[in-house]
């Protein structure tokens, strides 16, 4: 195993009925750094995120986790092992309160069991004070506090998209997996949740897996690139060379003719 | 009385545990006004009204616990019949003296062990509890795989066995003939001591840590997974504590109408709870709270109905099941107007109370 991957993925792949969504994907990510996978609509980034955090089980390939096989374990337990995620389709629990939303991320490192949390033993209690201040705390950081007893499906997008960061953060991972962070976003919005990213890596020692269409966004923050289209890897990199790769161009921006003829070989 | 002049005079506490006990404080003093209204009832009123009472908060304690797996957990399950018919059986073969039991099982004597034992009712509840909390258990194994609809037609089908293993497992059962003759031991105490149980355990669990994952389940069950919940074995948790308290109470109604057969526990019981806490508000515990007292009196006030009236010179006879009818337009009216029910997802608390009068205070 190569020195420093947190998380490397081997030929993974994920077949639905006849279509092939990510084909021997080949993937390291190195602790402590910040890494992007991009590719056009439906290349499979989402696919790929929904494997590593165990939503979806992968056809083959595997998933090493600081060089332990993690592929196909239930996505509760990929979570605890230290890997969170956010969701491209914000996927907050609605009816609860953003504090609450914040304290779920909690539960699952919470080691009082049941009848010690309905008789309130002391060992809950110290528990549930802990997690009501880091709560807070998760709040303060992604700049959500004011709005802690406001019920998290009537926020504004933005907030939502920060608040799914906050709940991830209460996991407590190593690896934190980022879908399309900056979606529905406006310039000002965009450019605080880079800094955001920012001091997640270097204050709190995290590695960052993020999908992203905002170019600038993702230029500016990643240091390592993955380029996905049509399931496969057609470029990898610093965002330097992968901008000027004539693959990633060509997936991008089509290369005229060819692209439809492409297109018309497909239907 | 140091903890009534507490109330009066709270000293110097941070404000959030301030509130936290004077809450605790009223709840207390409330539940304790409610006692002595008990206890006037059980003095002075008729039979008829202290039955219904006991009556009353048994289904409370139904309705309490059936709206943790349904309302709080959000998984539409349709097997309480099930799980009161068990309490109720296990209580009632428990307490039952041998010689009554030899006296009803007619067609095929009572299998050894059950036929020789007879417990005091404490202890027949507690294993009555138990053991129906063992059968939720070991049901949810296969019942949790599904989810939606399937959830709800595979519990109906759960609820659906019992009812007929208890017209067929004659040396349990007694078949459909039932067992008669179990004393009447329950009275307002036995059921709303079980009530305030229920309550205490119910919402404390709701409102701890545990509480907050149930709600996420329910909320988005692929997010929570992600989150690091295990939605199966919360689940698992709900439905269990869930059948603990349905088994009781079972056993409770077992005691206090004396003749239970099958027939008793079809799924018109579950049906019944399941408006109780549609009602009350999916997911609010004093929401069930409230629909199951209303249900209960209300399904007797409109015995009126029934009977001869003459409105404004109008004479209309009595019409046998028109409270059914009147009922069933209600609960429409609900559908239609109040989907969300009496409290939607709310809880009673006693800020609101005080809010509104310091509120109505301040007005001119």
């Not at chain 1, 992604?142 to 998290?152: D, N």
């Not at chain 1, 897996?209 to 057609?234: A, K, P, S, Y």
Request: hydrophobic residues 50%; charged residues 15%.
């Amino acid at each position: 195993m190569s020195q420093g991957a947190l998380l490397e993925v081997r030929g993974l792949s994920k077949q639905f009925g006849g279509l092939s969504a990510v084909e021997d994907l080949h993937l390291k990510v190195a602790e402590g750094r910040l890494a992007g996978l991009i590719g056009p609509n439906g290349a499979g980034k989402t696919t790929v995120f929904n494997m590593l955090s165990g939503s979806l089980r992968p056809s083959s390939g595997s998933v090493l986790w600081r060089g332990r096989q993690v592929a196909g374990f239930k996505a509760s337990r990929i979570n605890r092992l230290g890997i969170a995620r956010t969701f491209q389709n914000i996927r907050l629990f609605g009816e609860l309160s953003v504090l609450e939303n914040v304290l779920v991320g909690f539960h699952g490192r919470l080691r009082a069991n049941f009848l010690s949390a309905i008789l309130r033993l002391p060992g809950y209690v110290a528990e549930e004070r802990g997690m009501q201040r880091r709560a807070a705390e998760l709040l303060e950081l992604v700049g959500l506090s004011g709005l802690a007893a406001e019920t998290a499906g009537n926020m504004a997008y933005g907030q939502q998209r920060l608040l799914e960061i906050a709940r991830a953060l209460a996991t407590a991972p190593d690896l934190l997996l980022l879908d399309e962070p900056a979606a529905g976003m406006n310039p000002q919005e965009t450019a605080a949740l880079a800094d955001l990213v920012r001091r997640l890596r270097d204050e709190l020692g995290l590695t960052v897996l993020l999908i992203e269409h905002d170019m600038q966004f993702v230029m500016n923050l990643c240091e390592d690139l993955t380029v996905l289209d049509h399931g496969r890897v057609i470029a990898r990199g610093d965002p330097q060379s992968v901008q000027h790769d004539p693959a990633v161009m060509e997936a991008y921006l089509g290369t005229g003719l060819e692209s439809l003829e492409g297109e018309g070989g497909h239907a | 009385m140091s903890w009534l002049s507490d109330l009066l005079d709270p000293g110097s506490l941070p404000a959030r545990s301030l509130t936290r006990r004077r809450d605790t404080r009223l709840t207390l003093l409330a539940a304790a006004g409610f006692a002595g209204l008990l206890w006037l009832l059980e003095g002075w009123a008729g039979g008829y009204v202290v039955h219904m009472t006991t009556l009353a908060g048994l289904f409370v304690v139904l309705a309490v616990s059936y709206n943790l797996i349904n309302g709080v957990t959000g998984q539409f399950s349709l097997e309480p019949n099930a799980f009161v018919a068990c309490g109720a059986y296990v209580t009632a073969l428990l307490t039952l003296s041998p010689a009554e039991k030899a006296a009803s099982f007619i067609l095929e004597p009572l299998v050894w062990p059950l036929s020789v034992i007879c417990l005091p009712l404490p202890v027949a509840l507690l294993i009555a509890g138990l053991l129906t909390a063992l059968m939720a258990f070991l049901m949810g194994f296969p019942v949790f795989r599904v989810r939606g609809d399937y959830l709800a037609i595979v519990t109906l089908g759960f609820g659906e066995v019992i009812r007929v293993v208890a017209n067929n497992a004659q040396s349990v059962t007694n078949g459909p003939l039932g067992l008669k003759g179990i004393t009447h031991l329950t009275n307002v105490w036995w059921a709303w001591g079980l009530c305030a149980f229920t309550l205490f355990v119910v919402m404390r669990l709701v409102n701890s840590s545990y509480g907050r994952a149930l709600k996420a389940v329910r909320e988005d069950e692929a997010a929570a997974e992600a989150m690091g919940i295990n939605a199966f074995w919360h689940k698992m948790l709900a439905f269990t504590i869930s059948a603990f308290f349905e088994g009781m109470a079972g056993g409770l109604l077992a005691h206090l109408i004396t003749t239970i057969s099958p027939s008793l526990f079809t799924f018109f019981l579950t049906f019944n709870l399941l408006i109780i806490i549609v009602v009350g508000g999916l997911g609010s515990t004093t929401g069930a709270v409230l629909a199951a007292v209303l249900f209960t009196f209300g399904g007797e006030w409109l015995r009126v109905v029934e009977e001869p009236l003459n409105i404004l010179g109008l004479h209309i006879p009595g019409i046998p099941g028109m409270r059914m009818v009147i009922f069933s337009l209600i609960l429409v009216a609900f559908m239609i107007f109040a989907r969300q029910g009496l409290m939607g997802r709310a809880e009673f608390s006693w800020r609101w109370i005080l809010a509104s009068r310091r509120g109505r205070r301040g007005t001119p």
